[in-house]
């Protein structure tokens, strides 16, 4: 009787361990969605809003938008090559040399996330990534 409740127990602290793991990290299932409390800190702008994550096969489908409800951004991503693609930034950010730092620094941004953490610095540009996962 206490060998089967000890048991019993143990695989219920590993699954609350595993789901707290899966909600700090990327979505790991087909059709797992997450979603952050989001900031980009720049130099001379500001952008907050959430964060949504989508897994849809073997790419991460994410968009992020301001309080306001407005797109800032859509992309996805492929963890085999650890590439971005955007498909829409919003109208003061959609210059060449803007959407080049994005992808990458998205890419790291993902790569973080996918090793449990959810900040990225870009050092050379003084760019904040930060995410924080909103409970449902």
């Known amino acids: 009787m206490r060998k089967s409740a000890l048991i019993c127990l143990l695989f219920v602290s590993q699954l609350a361990v595993m789901r707290l793991f899966a909600q700090s990290t990327f979505p790991e ?3 797992g969605r997450i979603r952050y409390a989001a900031s ?19 790419v991460v489908r994410g968009s992020l938008f301001n309080e306001f409800g407005v ?5 996805t991503y492929h963890p085999e090559n ?14 060449w ?4 730092v994005l992808r990458k620094d998205l890419a790291q ?16 540009r003084h760019i904040t990534y930060q995410l924080k996962v909103i409970d449902n």
């Open 40 to 58: 980009i800190e720049m130099p001379k702008a500001y952008l907050s809003g959430i964060c949504v994550l989508l897994r849809e096969g073997d």
């Open 29 to 31: 299932t087909e059709g």
């Open 71 to 75: 797109t800032a951004l859509d992309f």
């Open 109 to 124: 941004l993902m790569l973080r996330l996918q090793q449990g953490e959810t900040t990225y610095h870009n050092e050379r």
């Open 82 to 95: 650890q590439k971005v693609k955007l498909h829409h930034v919003i109208s003061m950010m959609d210059k």
């Open 97 to 100: 040399y803007i959407r080049r």
